[in-house]
């Protein structure tokens, strides 16, 4: 650490300066200063993007110094911090939450008013990081809010990527993808600290040499990066708590590089040090696949190697004995995607800190638990020994010695069964490094996403594990933060529920239970209703001025908005309405006797996934088809604004009747914007699937449309034989939804477009979608009919909102406390 001027004893250097004041006439003095100081410009003379800014730092500064005030406190006490490693934060956009949790939204307002600024205008010029592909990013960032607003200490780490989530546009309904170049115009809510940049190595070889007798090994990397910290704020919601979100970019380290160069290959030498630059500059755009590429490792190793680092040599004391290391820290992974972070401490315990490997094992495991999102074995990543030993051949020793020792237990404990051996061991018979695996034998706790996850995570994936190692095992089921999804997203249903039950709900949201009274209450049935309508409007504003898409006024507004993946199963929704397309124009129904509909949809598929990009094309086919036909009267309408991210996530799902949940069952970990749509008062049509299951549980099944087969009773179709065409034969509506498919009335009578979609259905359908077909529909019949009694659907509606208390990110936090961190909050 660079030692502090001579200065730093005045008074005013020793803690934060403080905060201008808190009232309208001291933002308005802070907002103008920030234009002219920070901006350089005036008020008249100012772009809406300096006016962005100049309000984004005015928010900051309000913000910074209970940031640093508490970044003292916890440096001063010896409490134990969550250090969340996860490759992805799906962040959205940062003004109204850093607003909302800085309590300065009323008076922001009337400031702005004053200056004569337009705060709409300027919330309409933040980008927002999409550093994240899904639910498991956006996960993340629910996860370090509640941390904040709990006053737990956590320090997010992840990477800083220059291009995030790239931006979806469609071309004759086909998905085409843009880079998603955020800090084009820079990002006013980052603290870079090129200064503090950590040394990250790669690659050579490894020796070992002579220690004052001892033998040991050490690596001698061949090349290195800088990565450089970029700090976040992550305030807690109106506590005075301020997280730090610690964001790495790369950098080359023209030092060490370029002196490997002569002269006459500087040119040579300066495009390799691009090489370095591009670590972090793209987010992988995969979602529940692993790619198995040698930049995402080096990606992992990067952010994972300079997080640890961070928070031994920066945020621990300089002398701290790291034998007690598990009393300071928890390294939580986020998936599979940090799990290079157990062999990296190891080698920093052994080599560099000299500790024995019994000892440094021992921390290691206290150290780290590991989170599993996933069922599919397509996600679980696993890293080719000669990628991985060519990248990190110190790190692949390592993990060869903890295989060595697990397995050796396992011998002891189940004696020479080379089968389960085989089964157990971490790296796999075909020469791969499996993660998830050495995330198990490391991790001090391993937990799946949701009560049916946990338990098939167990049952399925690592039964072998569970086995040996007892109480390892454990289920924490996700959830959302309700400032975000609720109070920001949804401000007339906050402001609903707080006249109905008071302020403290937004903190504590169990009491969301004593709205149930009011679901018989017509007066605030009526009230809800208005809520909807009016989310509606907004939703319909937002989308005709994005995309110039229109919504009825009356319409039952169904949605389903996720990445699109098979298991996800769009194409189960697409029949749905190509079906009820069918019954309108064969004339077994009178268009004007079909309640209105409008379809929703929003999904991104991975740029290399050619079905799922083939169904985003149909979406948009049957969309244009539908919507066009005049024999459908306007009943029905499908919509696809392109680029689904959090900020249109935001104002779709408050405007939602109903939330599509509807993968096959076993296929979804557990879902997160289910919960979202819950809380805002959706009716969820949905498998038992995911958390879908516990959603069910506690809203009740006369709240809930179930349908489709459950877990085992997919296992069992299974074993039996699945053979999904004797599905499009007895169910005549299914036949003839898929023959339109097929036969090419969605593109323009050329069959060859969609028959590949329906010839995996028919042929292969991994995803069980025709046997749940029937089924669906009958669930779907059942939503048309209780749409029709208002009354008894919006009882239903607010039901869903008071018992979905359980899916705040606080009970989640909470829930890891208790069962995995053992942590306490900062007072
Ligand atoms: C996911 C799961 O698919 C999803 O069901 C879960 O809600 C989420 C957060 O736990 O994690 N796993 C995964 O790999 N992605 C997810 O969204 C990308």
Not at 244 to 265: E, I, M, P, Q, Y
Not at 506 to 525: C, H, K, S, V, Y
Not at 555 to 575: A, C, F, I, W
Not at 623 to 651: I, Q
Request: hydrophobic share 40%; charged share 25%.
């Amino acid at each position: 650490p660079v030692p502090a001027p001579a200065g730093a004893t005045h008074p005013l250097a020793i803690g934060p300066v403080g905060a201008p004041e808190a009232t309208v006439d001291g933002f308005v003095a802070q907002y103008l200063r920030n234009l002219n100081f920070d901006r350089g410009v005036t008020l008249s003379a100012s772009t809406a993007n300096d006016r962005f800014y100049a309000l984004a730092y005015t928010v900051r500064d309000y913000l910074v110094a209970r940031w640093l005030e508490g970044v003292r406190r916890y440096r001063a006490s010896d409490r134990k911090a969550v250090c969340y490693l996860s490759a992805e934060y799906l962040l959205g956009r940062q003004l109204d939450n850093n607003l909302l949790a800085s309590g300065l939204s009323d008076i922001a307002a009337e400031a702005l008013a004053q200056c004569g600024v337009d705060i709409e205008e300027l919330r309409a010029q933040e980008v927002e990081p999409g550093l994240g592909n899904g639910g498991l990013g956006r996960l993340a960032a629910c996860f370090i809010d509640s941390l904040a607003t709990m006053s737990v200490p956590n320090v997010g780490y992840g990477i800083r990527y220059e291009y995030g989530i790239f931006r979806q546009t469609f071309e004759d309904g086909r998905q085409v993808e843009q880079p998603d170049s955020w800090l084009e115009l820079g990002s006013p809510w980052e603290f870079p600290h090129p200064e503090a940049a950590q040394t990250i190595s790669f690659g050579g070889s490894t020796e070992k040499y002579d220690d004052g007798g001892v033998t040991r090994s050490r690596w001698v990397p061949a090349w290195s990066v800088q990565a450089v910290p970029y700090n976040y704020m992550v305030p807690g919601y109106q506590n005075g708590r301020v997280n730090t979100l610690r964001l790495w970019s790369s950098r080359a380290n023209h030092a060490f590089d370029l002196s490997v160069f002569n002269a006459g290959d500087y040119v040579e030498a300066v495009r390799a040090q691009t090489f370095a630059e591009n670590i972090s500059k793209v987010l992988y755009p995969e979602d529940s696949t692993a790619q198995g590429k040698e930049l995402r490792l080096q990606q992992q190793y990067f952010f994972v190697a300079a997080s640890i680092r961070d928070f031994i040599d920066v945020v621990l004391p300089e002398d701290f004995d790291l034998t007690r290391l598990p009393e300071r820290a928890i390294f939580q992974l986020n998936d599979t995607h940090p799990v290079i972070g157990v062999p990296e401490l190891m080698r920093i315990l052994v080599d560099e800190k000299k500790m024995e490997w019994d000892a440094a094992w021992a921390v290691t495991q206290q150290c780290f638990a590991y989170t599993c999102h996933t069922l599919l074995p397509e996600a679980l990543e696993v890293w080719p020994i000669d990628l991985l030993g060519r990248l990190l051949p110190r790190h692949l020793e390592i993990i060869y010695r903890i295989n060595e020792e697990f397995l050796l237990a396992v011998r002891e404990r189940f004696g020479d069964d080379e089968a389960r051996i085989r089964d157990m061991s971490i790296i796999s018979p075909d020469g791969a490094v499996r993660m998830a695996f050495l995330a198990t034998v490391a991790g001090s706790k391993v937990n799946g996403v949701a009560e049916l996850h946990s338990q098939l995570l167990r049952e399925k994936v690592l039964p072998a594990f569970d086995e040996f190692f007892p109480g390892k095992f454990t289920n924490v089921t996700n959830g959302v933060t309700p400032r975000r999804f609720v109070r920001l997203a949804n401000p007339e249903l906050s402001a609903l529920i707080t006249e109905a039950i008071g302020d403290g709900w937004l903190t504590d949201l169990e009491r969301l239970r004593e709205l149930e009274p009011f679901a018989d209450d017509a007066d605030f049935r009526t009230a809800f209703g208005e809520m909807k309508a009016a989310n509606k409007r907004r939703l319909a504003a937002t989308l005709q001025a994005r995309d110039g898409l229109t919504i009825a006024d009356d319409h039952m507004l169904d949605v389903m908005v996720k990445r699109l993946h098979e298991y996800k199963r769009q194409m189960l929704k697409l029949l749905h309405i190509v079906t009820a397309y069918d019954r309108i124009v064969s004339g077994e129904v009178e268009a004007s006797s079909v309640p209105g509909r409008t379809f929703v949809f929003g999904a991104k598929a991975a740029p290399g996934y050619d079905m799922a990009k083939r169904i985003i094309h149909l979406i948009n086919a049957v969309g244009s088809v539908v919507n066009d036909d005049p024999r459908v009267e306007g009943r029905l309408k499908v919509l696809f604004p392109p680029n689904y991210n959090v900020t249109l996530a935001e104002r779709i799902i408050p405007a939602a009747d109903l939330s599509e949940q509807i993968s096959l069952a076993g296929k979804e970990a557990s879902g997160t914007g289910n919960m979202k749509f819950a809380l805002n008062g959706a009716l969820t049509v949905g498998t038992d699937d995911g958390a879908n299951v516990e959603i069910r549980e506690l809203v009740g099944d006369d709240n809930f449309f179930l349908f489709g087969m459950s877990e085992p009773e997919v296992e069992a179709l299974w074993a039996r034989g699945y053979t999904p065409a004797e599905f499009a034969e007895k169910d005549a509506g299914l036949g003839r939804a898929l023959d339109l498919i097929g036969s090419g009335a969605f593109s323009g009578g050329d069959a060859s477009v969609f028959a590949p979609i329906v010839s995996n259905l028919m042929n292969d359908d991994r995803f069980m979608v025709l046997a749940d077909y029937t089924s669906y529909i009958a669930a779907q019949d059942r939503v048309d009919d209780a749409y029709t009694d208002t009354a008894a659907w919006q009882r239903s509606a607010v039901l869903n909102v008071a018992r979905s208390g359980f899916f705040s990110s606080d009970r989640s936090m909470r829930d890891y406390i208790d069962r995995i961190w053992h942590t306490e909050p900062l007072g």
